[in-house]
């Protein structure tokens, strides 16, 4: 084991960190060993990868130090922020440069960013067919990381900058799933019209940031997207009828009234649909499912997701 490169991965308990601890546990003869960071080493989730052999550190990414040194002695680093824990882009930002300078410092020779696109790059604070909020962004969760994407660059971490796509999980743990309407059917609801939404299971998005690690420098200074499948609403209505045993029916409102629907970050939410919807082809070439496959050959398309997951998908 001693010979193996540690690749440190932040976020190690949620959806994106913990599929790449799993995926460097099971390469069992690949170059990589994981070190799980965590703000909490003893929570549940923080003791089952210490079961499975991996080493366990704390970090916290609104501090910047205990960074550095749990990035200390690793080759690479899997960086990634998680927004809706507190919903504040500038708090995003501050913790992706965080965890940039700690790579920097503590030497770190690969980072992988976990980014989206500044949607303002494409509808400026000006353009009033989308909304702005908080008087300095269109989509929060997508400029923030698109705009922390500098702070890698500025730090001189060698980076490669990793598009993601919608969690299919979202279906399970963000309410997104279908809803009994009064008629007796399920309305899934994806305000995206006619157009395909590219989407993940978010596990995969560790799998792929294996395999770029392991490609070494081919990928570094490069933003590359990854997606499972690119679907339509009435598409994954479809699937979702299927695998569930339901009559599903895509409710394709308008992002307008979706940011009206009141829950946290629901104004968020249909911007980043209505963006989605709008740049439909910028968004979904940055997303080729062929690479995205041949990245990881195991990529799960959506059907393969419901067949492992669809009991876990609440009917309301």
């Known amino acids: 084991m001693s010979d193996k490169k540690i690749i440190a991965v932040v976020g190690a308990t949620g959806a994106q960190g913990g599929g790449l601890v799993r995926a460097i546990v099971a390469d069992k003869g690949g170059p990589f060993v994981a070190r799980a960071i965590t703000r909490t080493t003893s929570s549940d989730k923080a003791k089952a990868l210490a079961a499975l052999g991996v080493e366990v550190v704390a970090g916290d990414a609104d501090d910047e130090k205990s960074m550095e040194k749990a990035f200390r002695g690793a080759y690479g680093a899997f960086c990634v922020t998680n ?30 960013w976990s980014t989206l696109e500044d949607s303002r790059k494409f509808i400026p604070l000006s353009d009033d067919r989308m909304p702005t909020l908080g008087g300095r962004w269109k989509v929060p969760h997508f400029d923030a990381k698109g705009e922390a ?47 395909k939404l590219p989407g993940i299971a978010a596990e995969d998005i560790g799998a792929a940031a294996l395999n770029i690690f392991k490609a070494g420098k081919e990928y570094i ?23 569930l045993g339901k009559d599903v029916r895509h409710q394709a ?6 940011r009206t629907f009141g829950f946290p970050g629901a104004d968020d939410m249909g911007n980043m649909f209505q963006f989605n919807h709008d740049f439909a082809d910028a968004f979904r070439a940055a997303r ?27 009917l309301e």
Do not use: C
Request: hydrophobic residues 40%; proline residues 6%.
């Open 83 to 112: 927004f809706w824990e507190h919903m504040s882009p500038d708090r995003e930002i501050a913790q992706a440069t965080a965890l940039a300078k700690a790579a920097k410092a503590a030497g770190v020779q690969h980072a992988i």
């Open 149 to 195: 994407d500098q702070a890698f660059r500025d730090a001189g971490v060698p980076t490669t900058f990793l598009l993601t796509s919608f969690y299919w999980d979202n279906l399970v743990f963000f309410g997104m799933g279908p809803r009994k309407t009064d008629d007796g059917t399920y309305g899934f609801v994806l305000p995206m019209g006619d157009r």
């Open 221 to 243: 200074g490069k933003t590359i997207g990854i997606a499972g499948e690119h679907l339509s609403g009435a598409e994954m209505a479809a699937q979702l009828s299927q695998a």
């Open 253 to 258: 409102v308008p992002p307008a009234v979706y």
């Open 288 to 314: 080729d499912v062929g690479f995205s496959r041949r990245l990881n050959p195991s990529l799960q398309t959506f059907s393969q997701w419901l067949a492992r997951n669809k009991q876990k998908i609440p």
